[in-house]
């Protein structure tokens, strides 16, 4: 081994240091002879820096340079707070964290033997400790003396971790076809009818479809799988995709004989048959880095690793994101969403990312790369997104269930039963599926409603009481308050859904009750009075009229409309609610800022949004605050939810910090009452105007347009805070009215 003077004193024993590696072309020189073995001679083969390959190799494999090499030319590389961080020759002291890719842990060597510390200091203070010991990935996985890992991981789960067992006490429904490995590979794949078939276990796979991806790798088309229409033929592996190919290998390989792929034995588009298959799977094998199926698992991984390096030589630099799951979030199949139900339903599932496997189940994750996991990684957001270890009680629930109630919850059971813990948590992990889900993307439009609702047979079980267009009538109010996450939102036509469901609209959102403390409903059924006063509530009406049930939409499958959320929810809400004029609720708590903080999102206007996270044109700007002129007094704000009226539970707590949610909303315009009393709207424009609407016995109609959340912080804790919050709130002049809300 061979370093450079400069990584040969790289000191790795503060966390927080910026070390100077040097310009990008020094270093591209020093490691030029290994990178481009055509130019190296065996008289100056030694002068190369294996750090600086290194470095030079994270950089031009990084999601930022990967593409854009040409833009390190000229720059200085650094090593700050244990990152790779290039800057400009003239601002060298302008500091930047850099990306995940970019980042590293500080690890001991395979064979180390001492305490592992996740960069924490020893216990004498002195120290920093490695965060793990390095672990070997091949760079290649073989599909047939490469999956000791996989098998260790499959035995530890089966023995130790009793939530990922799927019970074979409920209803077990078979797929109708499986496709079976035989243990001899001189033996073809064959596609068998499971008719007649005793309880099973078997794989199955998740990859991108080809109506996603087909044609645009030179793979087989759907088309070219027609063949497949009767079973109890032979396949041949040469002519399948070889993502399909590589997983009749690993099948083999693990010591398994069945297989479930969907594009080879998919027959019913039933829901509840995509419920049993891959719930009852025993693992299933994720193509997360296959772009198409034309692709395969088995493909070269881009794992690198540091020279030895540190004061003693015995500490080596390796990517964070080898310890959490950074790549699979990032991977093309992380934007599709049957993918993530299939996911979801799994009890087991095998990541195939770029760079190494990920172990996923109930008791967590496991990594090729690492032996430990990076807790910190998407801990900010934990509780907005979807969670295995809290999901897949719920789907073990739903298997056990007696025959005959497989397809619906058990309501008389469960209600009586529940308490407002398991409440809370049932009620917290669907709002995380949900705000999960909003990401991803389906093949077709009116996909989204039958996939959502055959979650919500998983997830409720009775106690969420109606859904409605998404939404769930107990607690509706938790329902109402979701917003954009960063992006705008946009209308979804092809779902005739309302303006306040998350179901009318494309894009990313996330739901305000998992920002809430876990407690809150604890708290509120103690605190009884400000839901009196401000939530809002349903009021019972005639259900002929503005609550009348849709029917189906004419473009709807037969088979999942029954399912859809949209398919049976009326088109508006009546609620009593709390409302404010929006211009004056701003005027009202502007003097207080700080201490009072308005964060106002429309769902597809960015006039409001800070200029630095939601940059746009000055004419954009300009429009769009005309138009907010032109219309400004038909703005409100309404009392949702939040946690604006609790007392610290901390007595030590050396801050107070509140929010409360407010859904900001339009009156719209109104006609004569169309026969039958419902309620139409067409599209509108650019923050979501539905033009005209029909209103009924006097009560004023809105719509939503977005999410307005009022933050208090103060860092003088006393009891006068605690009152003064709510005096403050109760003097906006809330009108507490009827409204239909569309």
């Keep these: 081994m061979s370093l450079c003077p400069q990584c040969n004193s790289i000191d790795l024993t503060d966390p927080h240091a910026d070390i100077l590696l040097g310009p990008y072309t020094s270093l591209l020189e020093k490691s030029q002879r290994i990178i481009d073995p055509a130019t190296s001679s065996s008289s100056s083969s030694s002068t190369h820096c294996e750090a600086c390959l290194y470095f030079i190799t994270i950089l031009?494999?990084?999601?930022?340079?990967?593409?854009?090499?040409?833009?390190?030319?000229?720059?200085?590389?650094?090593?700050?707070?244990?990152?790779?961080?290039?800057?400009?020759?003239?601002?060298?002291?302008?500091?930047?964290?850099?990306?995940?890719?970019?980042?590293?842990?500080?690890?001991?060597?395979?064979?180390?033997?001492?305490?592992?510390?996740?960069?924490r200091l020893d216990n004498k203070g002195q120290d920093h400790l490695p965060v793990d010991r390095v672990r070997k990935v091949p760079h290649s996985l073989d599909g047939r003396d490469g999956l000791d890992g996989i098998k260790e991981w499959m035995r530890d789960c089966g023995r130790n971790h009793e939530v990922c067992r799927s019970p074979r006490n409920g209803v077990e429904i078979l797929p109708k076809r499986l496709v079976r490995i035989s243990s001899d590979v001189e033996v073809p794949p064959m596609l068998v009818e499971t008719s007649g078939l005793a309880s099973i276990d078997y794989l199955a796979l998740s990859a991108r479809s080809f109506e996603e991806t087909q044609n645009t790798r030179g793979g087989p088309t759907l088309e070219s799988l027609s063949i497949l229409d009767t079973a109890g033929r032979s396949l041949d592996p040469?002519?399948?995709?070889?993502?399909?190919?590589?997983?009749?290998?690993?099948?083999?390989?693990?010591?398994?004989?069945?297989?479930?792929?969907?594009?080879?034995?998919h027959v019913s588009d039933d829901p509840l048959n995509l419920i049993s298959i891959f719930s009852q799977a025993t693992l299933l094998l994720s193509a997360d880095n296959v772009q198409s199926p034309a692709e395969g698992l088995i493909q070269e991984r881009a794992i690198f690793n540091s020279p030895p390096l540190g004061i003693n030589k015995?500490?080596?630099?390796?990517?964070?994101?080898?310890?959490?799951?950074?790549?699979?979030?990032?991977?093309p199949?992380?934007?599709?969403?049957?993918?993530?139900?299939?996911?979801?339903?799994?009890?087991?599932?095998?990541?195939?990312?770029?760079?190494?496997?990920?172990?996923?189940?109930?008791?967590?994750?496991?990594?090729?790369a690492s032996n430990v996991e990076d807790k910190q990684y998407g801990s900010g957001m934990i509780r907005g997104t979807y969670q295995k270890p809290l999901t897949q009680p719920y789907v073990t629930e739903y298997l056990s269930r007696a025959p005959g109630h497989l397809s619906e919850p058990t309501a008389g059971d469960n209600t009586q039963h529940s308490s407002l813990d398991e409440y809370a948590q049932r009620l917290e992990t669907w709002y995380q599926i949900i705000s999960t889900l909003s990401s991803s993307t389906f093949r077709s439009p009116l996909d989204k409603s039958p996939a959502l609702s055959l979650l919500a047979k998983i997830i409720d079980n009775g106690t969420f009481d109606h859904n409605i267009s998404g939404v769930f009538s107990k607690d509706i109010a938790y329902g109402l308050a979701w917003a954009r996450v960063n992006s705008l939102l946009?209308?979804?036509?092809?779902?005739?859904?309302?303006?306040?469901?998350?179901?009318?609209?494309?894009?990313?959102?996330?739901?305000?009750?998992?920002?809430?403390?876990?407690?809150?409903?604890?708290?509120?059924?103690?605190?009884?009075?400000?839901?009196?006063?401000?939530?809002p509530h349903l009021v019972p009406h005639d259900p002929s009229s503005s609550l009348s049930h849709l029917s189906p939409s004419s473009s709807s499958s037969s088979s999942s409309s029954s399912s859809s959320p949209t398919n049976t929810i009326s088109l508006s809400l009546h609620l009593q609610a709390s409302l404010t004029s929006l211009l004056h609720l701003c005027e009202y708590f502007q003097p207080e800022f700080p201490q009072?903080?308005?964060?106002?999102?429309?769902?597809?206007?960015?006039?409001?949004?800070?200029?630095?996270?939601?940059?746009?044109?000055?004419?954009v700007q300009n429009s769009g605050m005309g138009e907010f002129e032109k219309r400004k007094d038909h703005y409100f704000a309404m009392y949702l939810a939040g946690d604006l009226d609790f007392e610290s539970e901390d007595p030590d707590q050396w801050k107070v910090s509140r929010v409360a949610d407010l859904l900001v909303l339009r009156e719209v315009e109104v006609e004569e009452e169309a026969e039958g009393g419902m309620v139409g709207r067409r599209g509108?424009?650019?923050?979501?105007?539905?033009?005209?609407?029909?209103?009924?016995?006097?009560?004023?109609?809105?719509?939503?347009v977005g999410l307005l959340r009022l933050n208090f912080?103060?860092?003088?804790?006393?009891?006068?805070?605690?009152?003064?919050?709510?005096?403050k709130f109760d003097g906006v002049g809330w009108e507490r009215k009827t409204i239909r809300l569309v």
């Excluded at 912080?713 to 005096?727: A, G, H, L, P, R």
């Design 713 to 727: 912080t103060t860092f003088e804790k006393s009891e006068v805070d605690e009152v003064s919050i709510q005096e």
């Design 314 to 331: 015995d500490r080596y630099l390796r990517l964070s994101c080898l310890r959490n799951h950074a790549d699979l979030d990032s991977s």
């Design 596 to 619: 009072y903080a308005i964060n106002l999102a429309l769902d597809q206007s960015p006039i409001f949004d800070c200029p630095c996270c939601g940059p746009r044109s000055d004419d």
């Design 333 to 368: 199949l992380s934007t599709s969403g049957w993918a993530l139900i299939e996911r979801m339903l799994a009890p087991r599932v095998l990541h195939f990312t770029k760079r190494q496997l990920i172990w996923e189940c109930a008791d967590g994750w496991k990594f090729e």
């Design 490 to 535: 946009t209308p979804d036509r092809d779902v005739h859904a309302p303006s306040w469901s998350w179901a009318s609209v494309h894009g990313s959102i996330s739901h305000m009750y998992t920002s809430y403390p876990p407690s809150i409903l604890h708290r509120r059924a103690v605190h009884s009075s400000w839901i009196d006063t401000y939530t």
């Design 60 to 119: 031009h494999h990084s999601s930022l340079y990967a593409n854009r090499r040409e833009e390190l030319q000229n720059k200085i590389v650094f090593l700050y707070m244990h990152g790779l961080d290039v800057r400009d020759v003239g601002r060298v002291e302008k500091k930047r964290w850099g990306r995940m890719d970019m980042r590293f842990d500080v690890c001991a060597g395979e064979d180390y033997e001492g305490e592992l510390g996740g960069g």
């Design 238 to 265: 040469s002519s399948l995709p070889k993502a399909f190919a590589d997983a009749f290998t690993i099948t083999r390989g693990l010591g398994f004989e069945y297989i479930y792929i969907a594009a080879l034995c």
């Design 684 to 704: 509108g424009d650019g923050d979501g105007d539905r033009n005209k609407v029909i209103v009924r016995d006097g009560i004023v109609t809105y719509e939503r």
